[in-house]
């Protein structure tokens, strides 16, 4: 086994996404602590520009460009990787706890008896070795685990977990032409992406978020004209979708997804335990109710109590104005 | 057909979670549920079940003693037989190994289709399912949210991928992770509830079932946990001033742009 630190690119439009470049930068520090080189997998199909992006941050890219990669699959994506992972033998393989994430990582770490610490959110690299930061029970623990010596890791990280630094030189690119290999036993029949062009709830930077006292499925124009302006996206509470104003895919808290944008803003929701649990790593929280007692402003940094539907013209007129100004 | 379900205890959402004063243990509150989204792996058995009829359905833990109660709820549902895998003295940090003794329950059982949740509410890791699935050498779809069984050894299965849905064929065996929206979980019955009360529940010893899949022993664990401690708490909330609405939000723009540095 090699010290070499390897980042498992995914991409999105053809270019990487925020969460692989976070990747690249905490990998780029690994590599020059463990003394070693920061290598990046970039494979399927027409993703040549992604990896010229990549090489800026790894010392070596392999990239694997084949038409059969095009749709992701644990089967051909996994094939794939696990051949270059046997080939480069890295220590530690770094990827993203997405949905991508959570399908393929899993597969592998167990055909190559490899470490898996799953969704993770930050690293250590001050003492021996690395440890690892992992919250536990919706956040109100946080772990600190260390893969064995001896083994081969992968770790995934949450979205947002580490800024991501300044493009460096470029690095090599290493063209690998892998055998891909399907199973027979899996055939996609049809695949409908819905958010194309949006950033991911779990990767957006400004989140704002609507609770029940939005009152009706169409009050959430507001906020979606809000997260737009800003470059973010809409969240909702729990019972916002069981009350079907809104789509699981937009939910927040333990039940949902999981998020920590640089901003988030909520809006008429009691913050209950659950919703906490799911986006109380943001970097700063503010909530806007009319309840003072309500549980939210115990978790925020700043507050506006007064009615959301007086609030969020203000609001948006606010942030255009600060938009402008940059 | 056979269907296995595995199912986790899990800590419940308000249940108090103490980190010992060394850091090195955690106690829990006993307040203890079946895990969020293998509820719905539960209810998906009972309604294979229901549409096939000729099919037993058989759910399994990797967890100690206590884990008989959720195990009861299940049966109280509608599956048919419950067995506990005894975690006790066992290492339960590295998901590999809970993923072996799992395949391991697997292979002896036999089984069509095998169901769990997309992953645990208490480390929302998502390991188990693919990680059984690759020792069995069986497919998997994680994140299902329709699951039709076609006949002809086949199911169709609708699943989140990023950023959208897919909707794919798949051979059985084979194991799915199942998402909410897939299906809504029953509460139990009195009658379920009184069959649950009297059914025997078998607790095995992981020493007694062949595990050809690699080591489940403590020392084979690749985790190794340091220490937990308390998240950071944040400052108390800073609640804007302001005669309106607008100059409320003023307040705060300018402190999210000065002070916060978010904007």
């Given at each position: 086994?090699?010290?070499?630190?390897?980042?498992?690119?995914?991409?999105?439009?053809?270019?990487?996404?925020?969460?692989?470049?976070?990747?690249?930068?905490?990998?780029?520090?690994?590599?020059?602590?463990?003394?070693?080189?920061?290598?990046?997998?970039?494979?399927?199909?027409?993703?040549?520009?992604?990896?010229?992006?990549?090489?800026?941050?790894?010392?070596?890219?392999?990239?694997?460009?084949?038409?059969?990669?095009?749709?992701?699959?644990?089967?051909?994506?996994?094939?794939?990787?696990?051949?270059?992972?046997?080939?480069?033998?890295?220590?530690?393989?770094?990827?993203?706890?997405?949905?991508?994430?959570?399908?393929?990582?899993?597969?592998?770490?167990?055909?190559?008896?490899?470490?898996?610490?799953?969704?993770?959110?930050?690293?250590?690299?001050?003492?021996?070795?690395?440890?690892?930061?992992?919250?536990?029970?919706?956040?109100?623990?946080?772990?600190?685990?260390?893969?064995?010596?001896?083994?081969?890791?992968?770790?995934?990280?949450?979205?947002?977990?580490?800024?991501?630094?300044?493009?460096?030189?470029?690095?090599?690119?290493?063209?690998?032409?892998?055998?891909?290999?399907?199973?027979?036993?899996?055939?996609?029949?049809?695949?409908?992406?819905?958010?194309?062009?949006?950033?991911?709830?779990?990767?957006?930077?400004?989140?704002?978020?609507?609770?029940?006292?939005?009152?009706?499925?169409?009050?959430?124009?507001?906020?979606?004209?809000?997260?737009?302006?800003?470059?973010?996206?809409?969240?909702?509470?729990?019972?916002?979708?069981?009350?079907?104003?809104?789509?699981?895919?937009?939910?927040?808290?333990?039940?949902?997804?999981?998020?920590?944008?640089?901003?988030?803003?909520?809006?008429?929701?009691?913050?209950?335990?659950?919703?906490?649990?799911?986006?109380?790593?943001?970097?700063?929280?503010?909530?806007?109710?009319?309840?003072?007692?309500?549980?939210?402003?115990?978790?925020?940094?700043?507050?506006?109590?007064?009615?959301?539907?007086?609030?969020?013209?203000?609001?948006?007129?606010?942030?255009?104005?600060?938009?402008?100004?940059? | 057909?056979?269907?296995l379900?595995?199912?986790?205890?899990?800590?419940?959402?308000?249940?108090?979670?103490?980190?010992?004063?060394?850091?090195?243990?955690?106690?829990?509150?006993?307040?203890?549920?079946?895990?969020?989204?293998?509820?719905?792996?539960?209810?998906?058995?009972?309604?294979?079940?229901?549409?096939?009829?000729?099919?037993?359905?058989?759910?399994c833990?990797f967890?100690?003693?206590?884990?008989?109660?959720?195990?009861?709820?299940?049966?109280?549902?509608?599956?048919?037989?419950?067995f506990?895998i005894n975690?006790?003295?066992r290492?339960?940090?590295?998901?590999?190994i809970?993923s072996r003794v799992l395949a391991g329950f697997a292979r002896k059982e036999g089984f069509?289709?095998?169901?769990?949740?997309?992953?645990?509410?208490?480390?929302?890791?998502?390991?188990?399912?693919?990680?059984v699935?690759?020792f069995l050498g069986?497919?998997?779809?994680?994140?299902?949210?329709?699951?039709?069984?076609?006949?002809?050894?086949?199911?169709?299965?609708?699943?989140?991928?990023?950023?959208?849905?897919?909707?794919?064929?798949?051979?059985?065996?084979?194991?799915?992770?199942?998402?909410?929206?897939?299906?809504?979980?029953?509460?139990?019955?009195?009658?379920?509830?009184?069959?649950?009360?009297?059914?025997?529940?078998d607790?095995l010893d992981p020493a007694s079932i062949e595990m050809p899949f690699g080591p489940i022993d403590?020392?084979a664990?690749?985790?190794?946990?340091?220490?937990?401690?308390?998240?950071?708490?944040?400052?108390?909330?800073?609640?804007?001033?302001?005669?309106?609405?607008?100059?409320?939000?003023?307040?705060?723009?300018?402190?999210?742009?000065?002070?916060?540095?978010?904007?």
């Amino acid at each position: 086994m090699t010290r070499d630190v390897l980042v498992v690119v995914e991409c999105k439009d053809a270019k990487p996404r925020k969460a692989s470049l976070e990747l690249l930068s905490i990998g780029r520090e690994m590599a020059s602590r463990f003394s070693s080189t920061l290598l990046a997998v970039v494979s399927g199909s027409g993703l040549k520009d992604a990896a010229d992006t990549v090489a800026h941050y790894a010392g070596k890219t392999i990239f694997v460009d084949n038409p059969s990669l095009a749709e992701y699959g644990w089967d051909t994506c996994g094939s794939v990787l696990e051949n270059i992972l046997r080939k480069y033998d890295p220590m530690v393989v770094l990827g993203t706890s997405s949905v991508t994430g959570k399908d393929l990582f899993p597969r592998i770490a167990a055909r190559l008896s490899a470490a898996m610490v799953s969704d993770a959110v930050g690293i250590d690299l001050t003492g021996e070795g690395m440890k690892i930061k992992k919250p536990l029970y919706g956040g109100k623990v946080i772990s600190w685990l260390a893969p064995k010596a001896d083994s081969k890791a992968i770790v995934t990280f949450r979205p947002n977990s580490f800024t991501v630094a300044d493009a460096g030189e470029k690095g090599e690119i290493i063209e690998e032409a892998v055998a891909v290999d399907g199973n027979p036993a899996m055939r996609i029949l049809s695949s409908e992406k819905k958010t194309s062009g949006k950033v991911d709830l779990q990767e957006a930077d400004f989140i704002i978020c609507g609770g029940r006292g939005m009152k009706a499925a169409e009050n959430f124009a507001m906020l979606d004209e809000i997260a737009d302006l800003m470059g973010g996206r809409t969240g909702a509470s729990r019972t916002v979708i069981d009350s079907k104003w809104r789509e699981y895919d937009d939910q927040i808290g333990k039940s949902g997804k999981t998020v920590s944008p640089k901003l988030y803003i909520g809006c008429a929701l009691s913050g209950a335990l659950h919703h906490i649990m799911g986006m109380d790593t943001s970097r700063v929280i503010v909530a806007i109710n009319k309840d003072p007692n309500a549980p939210i402003f115990q978790y925020a940094d700043y507050g506006i109590v007064d009615d959301v539907f007086a609030v969020l013209p203000a609001l948006k007129d606010e942030l255009k104005k600060t938009r402008e100004e940059t | 057909m056979k269907v296995l379900v595995f199912m986790k205890q899990v800590a419940d959402t308000e249940a108090r979670i103490i980190i010992s004063s060394d850091q090195k243990s955690l106690e829990v509150e006993n307040k203890y549920v079946v895990n969020f989204f293998d509820e719905f792996a539960v209810e998906e058995a009972i309604r294979i079940k229901e549409m096939l009829k000729d099919v037993e359905i058989t759910v399994c833990a990797f967890a100690p003693q206590r884990a008989v109660e959720a195990l009861r709820t299940t049966i109280a549902m509608g599956a048919d037989r419950a067995f506990l895998i005894n975690s006790t003295d066992r290492e339960a940090d590295d998901p590999l190994i809970v993923s072996r003794v799992l395949a391991g329950f697997a292979r002896k059982e036999g089984f069509d289709i095998v169901l769990c949740g997309r992953q645990a509410m208490d480390d929302e890791s998502a390991n188990v399912g693919p990680m059984v699935a690759e020792f069995l050498g069986i497919p998997h779809v994680s994140q299902v949210t329709k699951l039709t069984i076609t006949g002809g050894g086949k199911a169709e299965v609708e699943s989140e991928i990023e950023g959208g849905k897919r909707t794919s064929e798949v051979s059985l065996p084979a194991l799915f992770t199942c998402q909410k929206g897939l299906n809504e979980p029953r509460v139990p019955l009195i009658t379920g509830v009184m069959r649950a009360m009297k059914t025997q529940i078998d607790v095995l010893d992981p020493a007694s079932i062949e595990m050809p899949f690699g080591p489940i022993d403590r020392e084979a664990s690749k985790i190794t946990v340091l220490s937990y401690e308390a998240p950071a708490g944040r400052p108390s909330v800073r609640i804007m001033e302001g005669a309106s609405p607008e100059e409320k939000v003023q307040n705060l723009v300018r402190a999210l742009k000065d002070e916060a540095k978010v904007l």
